[in-house]
């Protein structure tokens, strides 16, 4: 870790005002999502929100990683492997036994991130996002 990513914090956050403008400056042309059993860190360069990661809590036993993202200039920082490991830790401190989400088949830095952590394809009962989606799976 760098001198620089030293600075950076990854904080539960339940301003969900802030963490809707990130979302849009971060994905503008994707819709917001949250359900009531949301979960939301932000992630901090000193004073300023640079990212945001969500999951969301089920009945059945898994989480759901909704969405996850980091403001441009502050990307190659590893936040996306570091934002993983936030939302595992807290599926496991609840009791969570599996952890879900998907990326877009062209979204080859997130996918390789992901096998990095330990997550690996699979095949949902039934196809909840783009047909253009790969669907990852991690026991924890």
């Given at each position: 870790?760098?001198?620089?990513?030293?600075?950076?914090?990854?904080?539960?956050?339940?301003?969900?005002?802030?963490?809707?403008?990130?979302?849009?400056?971060?994905?503008?042309?994707?819709?917001?999502?949250?359900?009531?059993?949301?979960?939301?860190?932000v992630v901090w360069f000193?004073?300023?929100?640079?990212?945001?990661?969500?999951?969301?809590?089920?009945?059945?036993?898994?989480?759901?990683?909704?969405?996850?993202?980091?403001?441009?200039?502050?990307?190659?920082?590893?936040?996306?492997?570091?934002?993983?490991?936030?939302?595992?830790?807290?599926?496991?401190?609840?009791?969570?036994?599996?952890?879900?989400?998907?990326?877009?088949?062209?979204?080859?830095?997130?996918?390789?991130?992901?096998?990095?952590?330990?997550?690996?394809?699979?095949?949902?009962?039934?196809?909840?996002?783009?047909?253009?989606?790969?669907?990852?799976l991690k026991n924890l």
């Amino acid at each position: 870790m760098n001198a620089k990513s030293s600075r950076y914090t990854i904080r539960k956050c339940e301003d969900i005002e802030l963490v809707k403008k990130l979302h849009t400056e971060i994905f503008p042309s994707d819709e917001w999502y949250e359900s009531s059993r949301s979960v939301i860190w932000v992630v901090w360069f000193k004073k300023e929100p640079v990212g945001f990661c969500m999951l969301s809590e089920t009945d059945n036993g898994f989480v759901f990683y909704s969405r996850a993202g980091v403001k441009r200039d502050h990307r190659g920082n590893g936040f996306q492997v570091r934002m993983l490991r936030v939302r595992e830790r807290y599926a496991r401190k609840c009791g969570f036994k599996k952890a879900i989400t998907y990326t877009k088949m062209d979204n080859i830095k997130s996918n390789r991130n992901l096998q990095k952590a330990g997550y690996w394809l699979y095949v949902p009962e039934y196809q909840y996002a783009d047909k253009d989606c790969l669907y990852w799976l991690k026991n924890l």
